[in-house]
């Protein structure tokens, strides 16, 4: 499995194949990579990525330029030779995980896959990783030669797209921990979590009683953080008490009558305690608010 040949265009690069390469990376370590043009050399190939005019994924052909491309996804974005090698790749690279797979093409690949192509609709504006991974071409004022800046940028991808995997599988596995926590709660305006989980899609999603979640943070101490109308937004289903707003320690102990309370965020949407029971009693308090 180390001793394939893998192929893909010479000079400019672009997201696709750089991410195409940093993908393949992780299940063929010590492949040998080629950047041509050269048909002779293309067609003894391994694996041919973003060039040759071809797809056959049993054939390891992967490019999307031949007239008609290589299909598209149901909501229309076409695929890139990185969306290719997803398909044939993505579950085998997440370790078997079908779910975590369909989550990296959502979050990642199929926004590389669109932008390559042309398809901005749904695309957000400002730098985009594509747009990133553009800036390691040389410009006119550099003699760095392209081959040499292309395995800096695989080497950036590849970490971008291990972190991407690792966020995803994160997200996929809380959801039956939250969910859990969710079924459990004594009272579903609050929900306890054992350790700090990402909680907001899975509480959204299955909880529209839901106003406080408590999760111990990091350092020892815990937290009660108010449930957001949506995701992404900055108004909350329930704020925490006004008199809280920006008040820590002594202050907001007096204004609690809670010992061990240690600040409220003065947007309401956070706030702590040392201890798991005065979390709790400040949840209650904000409850009869």
């Given at each position: ?167 995803a599988s994160g997200g996929i596995n809380a959801k039956s921990i939250v969910a859990k ?81 240690m600040f409220c965020h003065n947007g309401l949407f956070i706030a702590g305690a040392q ?15």
């Amino acid at each position: 499995m180390n001793d394939k040949t893998i192929v893909t265009h010479n000079g400019n690069f672009h997201a696709d194949d750089v991410f195409s390469i940093a993908a393949l990376k992780s299940i063929f370590p010590a492949f040998k990579l080629i950047r041509t043009r050269d048909l002779a050399v293309i067609a003894q190939a391994d694996i041919v990525i973003d060039v040759g005019g071809e797809y056959n994924p049993d054939a390891g052909r992967f490019d999307h330029h031949q007239r008609g491309g290589a299909g598209e996804r149901e909501n229309g974005i076409p695929y890139s030779s990185f969306g290719l090698i997803w398909q044939k790749y993505g579950v085998e690279i997440c370790q078997g995980d079908p779910d975590v797979a369909k989550s990296i093409d959502t979050g990642l690949v199929s926004t590389i896959d669109a932008i390559d192509c042309g398809h901005v609709e749904g695309v957000s504006k400002g730098i985009s990783l594509s747009q990133t991974i553009s800036m390691f071409n040389p410009t006119w004022q550099e003699e760095s030669d392209f081959d040499h800046c292309f395995d800096e940028a695989v080497e950036f991808a590849s970490r971008v797209l291990t972190r991407f995997i690792a966020s995803a599988s994160g997200g996929i596995n809380a959801k039956s921990i939250v969910a859990k926590a969710i079924d459990n709660a004594a009272d579903p305006r609050v929900i306890v979590l054992e350790k700090y989980t990402p909680w907001k899609t899975t509480v959204h999603t299955l909880s529209k009683e839901a106003l406080y979640v408590i999760y111990p943070s990091g350092s020892g101490p815990f937290r009660i953080q108010t449930v957001p109308v949506e995701l992404g937004s900055f108004e909350d289903r329930k704020s925490l008490p006004k008199a809280w707003a920006g008040l820590a320690d002594q202050a907001l102990q007096e204004v609690t009558g809670i010992d061990d309370a240690m600040f409220c965020h003065n947007g309401l949407f956070i706030a702590g305690a040392q201890s798991f029971e005065s979390a709790m009693k400040m949840a209650a308090i904000a409850l009869e608010e």
